[in-house]
């Protein structure tokens, strides 16, 4: 995805010559051998071991992290000078607090027992809101007698970049400076060579009996089952306000609990027959809210912890049209952000050009610096558009044309984009092919520098068209015409439905296989098919450039042992020539590109395909920690009692994959929408074996609301509405 390998691998130019990368993912310290505790708020996210704990040292990607620097780098709790012992930790179902419990291990002095284990408990309470990490530390003493405990907080901050902590090396860094230390806080700041201050602020209640630039020690007495709580702000560059880390603590806790009922507060809500899989909803919803950040624009959707917390374009997009039947004010946000940031000229440095939308934003100093390109980085062949799609799709959900008819100029130079800068050849197709060698090789979304191949598995040689990136141009001219003629512009509405049939019939001819059996994953530069079974011809079916005699073999092709896993479809089927299952894009299993695949195979009516790769990801997610997606998962086939096997540095929670069984949900029942007469859809509706019943609550049309309940007898789906508000109705057809 996006940034992640393409720009930190080894990789070919243009010309083939594969060069050394400046940068990559380190994979010596696995996130998933971690399994970390993470939270997000805005622009600021954090990372702990179970402990509660941030311990720094080579690979390590814990501690805070705001604007893409890590701002609190090392983290470390002890109880008379020990490590406590993990009775367990947790994340709230709403991601809104974090919780460690603990308990002193043996603790001996000259050599003689002190304090027997499990005598003091102490209980870490965290959470972020608005750049600021708060904690309570609860310490109960469970003993028959009197206690002493000496806590001690030892802390740092390197202000990394967060491209060094994946691993970047760089020959100069700015200024650290000596720590500020005063009764009750340190503040540790660091000059970058952009010229930026920047300064963590550590405030403390009570205050400590011994406080250093590294170091909080706190010497705390307590009576038998008595409990004393400390405090500790973390600021990231803020200034600190008048009032006490305690006082913070709760009154900063209750803003955020009423921030998170709030942001979901209009978003419909899932139950379903399945309690595992009504975690696994929960756990959705959480982690899409947690990673939304307000813009000026609205809701914004972040791409993932810990790497790609930040604007991605083809992420958000993504996001945006898998959860538009729960909230569509998601989209919106979308929508007018990427809007707002859409490319005015060309600038080779940043592969900017009129009309293009954005790949990734990022804040940090090597970013200002130009140490990495990506500050304002428009790198991306499909998110151009994926805008454009979801614009039609945002219109057919919500019947809102005005919102569309503020946003149409922006479509407009999308579409001229694709037309102007996209056919680089003048072949009808959109290729991409990076203005410097700064960019990223591969603009698709799989743009780790091998993911694009022939079948004798040399590299393929741009500029090169991809499979999918012409199924989102068709689905680009069709929501195009759609949203035309919305507004009332007959010409330009019949011009863009042609164009969208003359690239049909165009694709059908280049990119269609018989002896594969389904569509090519690309066209190389010199127009040569790179003849690989991949997941990209599933993509086909998700915007309806297939036509419908080409459907069942695709659907075949896809649902082969080769390349079904069990779990989902990989991304490269096992029969070709650079398939590794534990690569990131060659054989892996992604949540997101399976949850289009499904919509496609439920639009072209192959509901119980759909169903399979619904059932293959929920199971997955039995065994994964929190029922959280990761960004991907390892392509070994599904052994019976067996869990998949994790990618060492895939994120989670990662935005598009966590709502992957929102999206397939929808895939499953049917679900659609008329909102010129207030009408809820479900066509040809089924559920995975799984599920027995499901209930939808609070769906939004202009019109009102609804509440559906849906329940299997024998072999169909019945549909009942429980409730409703305003003219709103169900219609269901089989």
Same mark, same amino acid.
């Given at each position: 995805?996006?940034?992640?390998?393409?720009?930190?691998?080894? =990789?070919?130019?243009?010309?083939?010559?594969?060069?050394?990368?400046?940068?990559?993912?380190?994979?010596?310290?696995?996130?998933?051998?971690?399994?970390?505790?993470?939270?997000?708020?805005?622009?600021? #996210?954090?990372?702990?071991?179970?402990?509660?704990?941030?311990?720094?040292? %080579?690979?390590?990607?814990?501690?805070?992290?705001?604007?893409?620097?890590?701002?609190?780098?090392?983290?470390?709790?002890?109880?008379?000078?020990?490590?406590?012992?993990?009775?367990?930790?947790?994340?709230?179902?709403?991601?809104?607090?974090?919780?460690?419990?603990?308990?002193?291990?043996?603790?001996?002095?000259?050599?003689?027992?002190?304090?027997?284990?499990?005598?003091?408990?102490?209980?870490?309470?965290?959470?972020?809101?608005?750049?600021?990490?708060?904690?309570?530390?609860?310490?109960?003493?469970?003993?028959?007698?009197?206690?002493?405990?000496?806590?001690?907080?030892?802390?740092?901050?390197?202000?990394?970049?967060? #491209?060094?902590?994946?691993?970047?090396?760089?020959?100069?860094?700015?200024?650290?400076?000596?720590?500020?230390?005063?009764?009750?806080?340190?503040?540790?700041?660091?000059?970058?060579?952009?010229?930026?201050? =920047?300064?963590?602020?550590?405030?403390?209640?009570?205050?400590?009996?011994?406080?250093?630039?590294?170091?909080?020690?706190?010497?705390?007495?307590?009576?038998?089952?008595?409990?004393?709580?400390?405090?500790?702000?973390?600021?990231?560059? !803020?200034?600190?306000?008048?009032?006490?880390?305690?006082?913070?603590?709760?009154?900063?806790?209750?803003?955020?609990?009423?921030?998170?009922?709030? $942001?979901? *507060?209009?978003?419909?809500?899932? *139950?379903?027959?399945?309690?595992? #899989?009504?975690?696994?909803?929960?756990?959705?919803?959480?982690?899409? +809210?947690?990673?939304?950040?307000?813009?000026?624009?609205?809701?914004?959707?972040?791409?993932?912890?810990?790497?790609?917390?930040?604007?991605?374009?083809?992420?958000?997009?993504?996001?945006?049209?898998?959860?538009?039947?729960?909230?569509?004010?998601?989209?919106?946000?979308?929508?007018?952000?990427?809007?707002?940031?859409?490319?005015?000229?060309?600038?080779?440095?940043?592969?900017?050009?009129?009309?293009?939308?954005?790949?990734?934003?990022?804040?940090?100093?090597?970013?200002?610096?130009?140490?990495?390109?990506?500050?304002? &980085?428009?790198?991306?062949?499909?998110?151009?558009?994926?805008?454009?799609?979801?614009?039609?799709?945002?219109?057919?959900?919500?019947?809102?044309?005005?919102?569309?008819?503020?946003?149409?100029?922006?479509?407009?130079?999308?579409?001229?984009?694709?037309?102007?800068?996209?056919?680089?050849?003048?072949?009808?197709?959109?290729?991409?092919?990076?203005?410097?060698?700064?960019?990223? $090789?591969?603009?698709?979304?799989?743009?780790?520098?091998? $993911?694009?191949?022939?079948?004798?598995?040399?590299?393929?040689?741009?500029?090169?068209?991809?499979?999918?990136?012409?199924?989102?141009?068709?689905?680009?001219?069709? $929501?195009?015409?759609?949203?035309?003629?919305?507004?009332?512009?007959?010409?330009?509405?019949?011009?863009?439905?042609?164009? *969208?049939?003359?690239?049909?019939?165009?694709?059908?001819?280049?990119?269609?296989?018989?002896?594969?059996?389904?569509?090519?994953?690309?066209?190389?530069?010199?127009?040569?098919?790179?003849?690989?079974?991949?997941?990209?011809?599933?993509?086909?079916?998700?915007?309806?450039?297939?036509?419908?005699?080409?459907?069942? =073999?695709?659907?075949?092709?896809?649902?082969?042992?080769?390349?079904?896993?069990?779990?989902?479809?990989?991304?490269?089927?096992?029969?070709?020539?650079?398939?590794?299952?534990?690569? +990131?894009?060659?054989?892996?299993?992604?949540?997101?590109?399976?949850?289009?695949?499904?919509?496609?195979?439920?639009?072209?009516?192959? =509901?119980?395909?759909?169903?399979?790769? #619904?059932?293959?990801?929920?199971?997955?997610?039995?065994?994964?920690?929190?029922?959280?997606?990761?960004?991907?998962?390892?392509?070994?086939?599904?052994?019976?009692?067996?869990?998949?096997?994790? &990618?060492?540095?895939?994120?989670? %929670?990662?935005?598009? *994959? !966590?709502?992957?069984?929102?999206?397939?949900?929808?895939?499953?029942?049917?679900?659609?929408?008329?909102?010129?007469?207030?009408?809820?859809?479900?066509?040809?509706?089924?559920?995975?074996?799984?599920?027995?019943?499901?209930?939808?609550?609070?769906?939004?049309?202009?019109?009102?609301?609804?509440?559906?309940?849906?329940?299997?007898?024998?072999?169909?789906?019945?549909?009942?509405?429980?409730?409703?508000?305003?003219?709103?109705?169900?219609?269901?057809?089989?």
């Amino acid at each position: 995805m996006d940034a992640r390998t393409d720009p930190f691998a080894p =990789r070919p130019d243009e010309f083939g010559t594969v060069r050394t990368p400046q940068f990559f993912i380190a994979a010596s310290a696995p996130l998933q051998e971690r399994r970390p505790r993470t939270q997000k708020h805005g622009d600021t #996210f954090s990372m702990f071991d179970h402990n509660g704990d941030a311990l720094s040292g %080579p690979g390590s990607p814990e501690g805070i992290f705001h604007r893409d620097t890590r701002y609190l780098s090392h983290f470390f709790l002890t109880i008379g000078g020990e490590r406590p012992l993990l009775l367990s930790s947790m994340l709230r179902d709403d991601n809104a607090l974090l919780t460690f419990d603990l308990a002193n291990p043996d603790l001996y002095e000259d050599g003689k027992l002190t304090l027997q284990h499990d005598l003091i408990h102490i209980r870490r309470t965290r959470f972020l809101w608005n750049g600021a990490c708060y904690e309570r530390i609860s310490v109960r003493n469970y003993d028959e007698a009197p206690r002493k405990i000496r806590l001690e907080l030892a802390f740092a901050s390197d202000f990394a970049d967060l #491209f060094e902590v994946r691993g970047a090396r760089r020959s100069q860094r700015g200024e650290m400076h000596a720590p500020k230390v005063e009764s009750d806080r340190v503040t540790l700041a660091y000059t970058g060579l952009d010229k930026v201050l =920047r300064r963590t602020i550590l405030r403390f209640d009570p205050v400590p009996v011994t406080l250093t630039g590294a170091n909080a020690v706190f010497e705390v007495e307590l009576q038998p089952r008595q409990t004393r709580q400390l405090f500790v702000e973390i600021l990231c560059g !803020a200034e600190p306000q008048q009032y006490t880390p305690r006082r913070l603590f709760f009154s900063s806790l209750l803003d955020a609990r009423r921030a998170t009922r709030a $942001a979901v *507060a209009n978003a419909a809500s899932v *139950a379903t027959s399945h309690d595992v #899989f009504n975690e696994a909803v929960r756990r959705a919803v959480a982690d899409l +809210y947690m990673l939304i950040t307000e813009t000026g624009d609205g809701p914004y959707p972040y791409a993932g912890i810990p790497w790609f917390s930040t604007v991605f374009g083809r992420d958000a997009l993504i996001t945006a049209l898998e959860t538009l039947w729960l909230d569509p004010a998601i989209a919106r946000g979308v929508l007018k952000h990427l809007a707002a940031n859409q490319a005015t000229e060309e600038n080779p440095a940043a592969d900017a050009e009129p009309g293009k939308i954005l790949h990734e934003v990022r804040y940090g100093e090597m970013a200002e610096l130009g140490e990495v390109p990506f500050r304002r &980085y428009y790198g991306s062949v499909d998110a151009t558009p994926l805008f454009v799609v979801l614009a039609g799709a945002y219109l057919e959900r919500t019947g809102d044309v005005e919102t569309l008819r503020s946003l149409w100029r922006s479509i407009e130079a999308a579409l001229a984009w694709i037309s102007d800068y996209g056919d680089r050849d003048g072949d009808g197709f959109v290729e991409y092919g990076r203005r410097t060698l700064e960019g990223l $090789a591969n603009q698709g979304w799989k743009d780790s520098y091998d $993911a694009v191949f022939h079948a004798d598995g040399s590299l393929a040689i741009g500029p090169i068209a991809l499979c999918e990136v012409q199924a989102y141009v068709y689905g680009a001219w069709k $929501a195009a015409a759609g949203i035309a003629h919305a507004m009332g512009l007959r010409g330009p509405s019949l011009d863009y439905e042609a164009k *969208a049939e003359e690239l049909r019939a165009r694709f059908d001819r280049a990119f269609f296989d018989e002896e594969l059996g389904t569509y090519v994953l690309a066209l190389d530069g010199e127009k040569k098919p790179c003849r690989v079974r991949a997941s990209n011809a599933g993509h086909t079916l998700f915007t309806g450039i297939a036509y419908p005699h080409r459907a069942p =073999r695709v659907v075949s092709a896809l649902m082969d042992r080769a390349s079904f896993s069990g779990w989902g479809i990989r991304t490269v089927a096992t029969t070709e020539a650079r398939y590794n299952p534990m690569s +990131y894009h060659n054989g892996s299993v992604w949540p997101h590109d399976n949850a289009l695949i499904a919509a496609g195979l439920a639009r072209y009516g192959f =509901r119980a395909e759909a169903a399979r790769v #619904f059932e293959g990801l929920f199971m997955a997610s039995t065994y994964i920690d929190l029922r959280r997606l990761p960004e991907l998962f390892c392509g070994f086939p599904r052994q019976r009692s067996r869990g998949p096997t994790f &990618y060492p540095v895939a994120c989670a %929670p990662q935005a598009w *994959a !966590a709502v992957a069984p929102l999206s397939m949900l929808q895939s499953c029942l049917g679900m659609g929408f008329d909102p010129s007469s207030g009408t809820l859809v479900f066509h040809q509706p089924m559920l995975p074996e799984f599920l027995d019943e499901v209930t939808l609550r609070g769906i939004r049309l202009p019109q009102g609301r609804l509440d559906v309940f849906l329940r299997r007898v024998e072999s169909e789906v019945v549909v009942q509405v429980l409730d409703r508000e305003g003219d709103t109705r169900v219609t269901t057809t089989y």
